[in-house]
């Protein structure tokens, strides 16, 4: 389908990946009512993990807000199948949660995750604008920089 958002995805030259299929005993996502809750998303592109290791250690705070990004990316492409194909049905994104992986003395998670909050502003405008946590992890899943969960409200 192409509405309101795909065009805004195409303007900010934006090509959402595949949504990944789960890589446990989990689904997805799950729609209840009006509320689409995405499990958190990993920074993956084409099935290969893009950012690993911790922040502020392996990699730097600029390159931890990139992974943020593609774990946002895959949010709004699960979303989009939540949705039966169409984005224009998401009228707010409610919340992120974002988990960063670094060391104890670390203290720029907000920063860091601010690369996903930042593009659900780019891509929804005002609906992008959500509420949202951002704590630090010894590791993650994976070994992966960051993992951003969601909760969107469809229309």
Do not use: W
């Not at 009006?34 to 250690?57: A, E, H, R, Y």
């Amino acid at each position: 389908m192409s509405g309101r958002i795909d065009a805004r995805l195409k303007e900010l030259g934006i090509e959402l990946p595949a949504a990944a299929a789960p890589a446990a005993n989990y689904v997805p996502y799950v729609v209840s009512g009006n509320m689409i809750f995405v499990s958190g998303q990993i920074p993956v592109l084409n099935g290969d993990i893009k950012f690993k290791g911790k922040v502020g250690t392996d990699i730097t705070v600029e390159q931890g807000q990139q992974s943020a990004r593609l774990c946002a990316l895959n949010l709004i492409a699960q979303a989009r199948q939540a949705a039966g194909g169409d984005l224009d049905r998401i009228v707010r994104v409610v919340k992120l949660g974002g988990f960063v992986a670094c060391e104890a003395s670390f203290t720029d998670q907000p920063e860091v995750i601010n690369g996903a909050s930042d593009l659900m502003v780019q891509v929804f405008g005002d609906a992008g604008r959500h509420a949202r946590f951002a704590v630090g992890a010894n590791v993650l899943p994976r070994n992966v920089a960051t993992e951003v969960e969601a909760i969107f409200e469809l229309a």
